[in-house]
């Protein structure tokens, strides 16, 4: 950021009124000005992209003065301000939900309509920035979209992926991965900050010297230098002045082309630093729950942390003498293990940039950062080999041994004599080849460390880090996860939004706890009936989707059984698949068997290397075109699996839910954000006793809840006394003959080998208990299918689901991270007109 706008210049900013305008006439005039200045189109040769964006930049010019005023702002010394590092922010298309925050919807609509168009299908045009893989990217776009309502000062870091998550196709059954070109036709939201450029080192040694003053320290003779440049975009609070920055970084080289190498012919030489520096930010790892090791990986998180950091001290440096107040300035959120190199960075930068001592610069490091664990699955816990790591950061991995040397000094005095406890809590994972554990190196630069749900935070502190809470009990802490009701409800469902308001006012957009008013109407059967007529008209619409992509033809009277997640086994998809592949079975043995009719929708990417998750996809393609051709099936039974699951498609499906499916094994969900998101959208929800299905389960009622399935210590003790799956196949016939099925070949053209892998590997391991929770997910399901037979009663449910999800909205989970872990106070926003200012 940049130091405060120049007060000789403000006096020479001149604003137009089309760029500020809220007429309808203004807005027309500003769009087709846009359209034609800015894209260089007239209407005659204009598509719906053309306008998308001419209509994106005239909103844009009507939030700028609210984000100036709010970068102005936050330069004072005395506001603190929430960084929050994350390798994902998983926004989702801007557009929408800029007219919502900027409360301009309406006159936009009405302008675009007098324009001739339709602001939907505008809308629809805007490809997603999809700089995400899932639930902790999508985390971090509601958190940045709450801070900014709440008025807290925020910027997220994070990495300009040139290349987002790919985007899925469907090949005959089959996953197929296509590069995801989101910036190919402009990005109207970013503004490029060419001026906060910083520097990056990679590689090289290091070297002792002794300064002026004679004092010995450390520089770093790095092997090449990476540029990177700040994009920044704005994320607008809800009917607030507060618009704060989303800060991408880019990489680029220093030089983009060397002469020398040129005149001596090479022509391709000249441009190799180019190609390899901007290399850095090309591509996001499309992996939820990472997998180790990729050098790459590595060189980019160390190139947005370092960004973020250097990009912090100088604006704190443009208002302060010098760093000593640093934690005071800002609250450094590690969203994951992903960014907790910035641990180390910190303490280079301030020891080796500026000087300070060693204990000084600990003291600042750990006030600065908190950091929030997302995961338990071991393999996803990230940790880098002493190799790569040392080659590419050679000062920082000084600093580590000199952080673990100390800290196990500590330990050494806690604990004196056992090794064990050295062993298990040092930096450096010494049995074997090296390794450098990151969630050891963020818990010990940190003030805090929260898991992100009540049961996720208590196992935190019972498994992968028990050693630390035993050592540090008061750093440890939850904060239940929360979504933003304004994309998730107020955007993507505009008729329930509308419902709810026309009953309760419109306050519960800011304060979630107000829908709890709703519950007085559950009586009304009026109200119920408008809750039934939105629910059926969203399916519809979700209906008509699925027919134009797929050419499948789907009813909303059907129950509308939801899965929407990346596919993985923990998730279970497949005992989904099981489950349907049963009702299948039963509806052809008994052809006139009384059956509440379902349609079952899948979405979902799988990460392109994980054989076992495509695999899932296969099956849940195969298994629909059986059964939705089946002419026994006579309709009661359908199944869809909807390509290229994003943001964007969660916006249709989360409201059209009317079951959701969160069937985890229990203890392996983290949290779970989409369990929020269906249930706010008046789906019930089938859950085990995982993540936060648990506190959800807690709000609205048991009652209103269909739990099943084994819990997290039963599973442990299933597992210590030993669990076959085989017990269960040859002692359950609905089980054994669903797995047959598969087996025969009947949804494989006969080919009995294809599903092997996923058959064998549930009867010989079935590593995720399937089998185990198999027929308690049955008869739960049964419970659903009589429910729902109920259409009264499924209302109430339905409705009393809504009422009582007030706490999961991310302004609740915001307040508690302010109020516990950064301490950090809103700062409304003033808003100074820089045209005016000196008139
Ligand atoms: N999560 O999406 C990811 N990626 C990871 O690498 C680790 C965890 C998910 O984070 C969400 C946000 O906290 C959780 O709700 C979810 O359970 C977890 O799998």
Redesign the pocket.
Known sequence: MNPPINEMMQSQIQIEDDRTGLSIETLRRAMADNLFYILGKYPAIANNKDYYMALAYTVRDRLLHRWLNTYEAYMKPEVKIVCYLSAEFLVGPHLANNLINLGIYDQIRQAVQESGLNLQELINTEEEPGLG????GR?AACYMESLATLEVPAIGYGIRYEFGIFDQEIREGWQVEITDKWLQDGNPWEIIRPESEVYINFGGRTEPYQDDQGNYRVRWIPEYVVKGIAYDTPILGYKVNTANTLRLWKGEACESFNFQRFNVGDYYGAVDTKVYSENLTKVLYPN???VQGKELRLQQQYFFVSCALQDMIRIHLTESENLDNFGDKFAAQLN?THPSIGVAELMRLLIDVHHYSWDQAWDITQKTFAYTN??LLPE?LEKWPLSIFGRLLPRHLEIIYEINRRFLDQVRMKYPGNNEKLSCLSLIDDRGEKYIRMANLATVGSHKVNG?AALHSELVKKTILRDFYEFWPEKFTNVT?GVTPRRWMVVSNPRLSELITSRIGDNWIKNLDELRRLEQFVDDGHFRYQWREVKWGVKQDLANYIEDKLGIKVSPDTLFDVQVKRIHEYKRQHLNVLQIITLYNRIKHNPNLDFTPRTCIFGGKAAPGYYMAKLIIKLINSVAEVVNKDPDVRDRLKVVFLPDYNVTLGQRVYPAADLSEQISTAGK?????GNMKFSLNGALTIGTYD?ANIEIRQEVGEENFFLFGLKTEDIDQLRAKGYNPWDYYYNNPELKSTLDLISSGFFSHGDCELFRPLVDSLLHSDPFFLFADYQSYLECQDRVSQAYKDQEYWTKMSILNVARMGKFSSDRSIKEYCENIWYAKPVPIEMKDYVQADA
Do not use: Y
């Open positions: 893989n899932g639930g902790l985390l939820d729950e990472p994951d997302h995961t996803a992100v996860n969900e983290a949290s779970g954000t993540g």
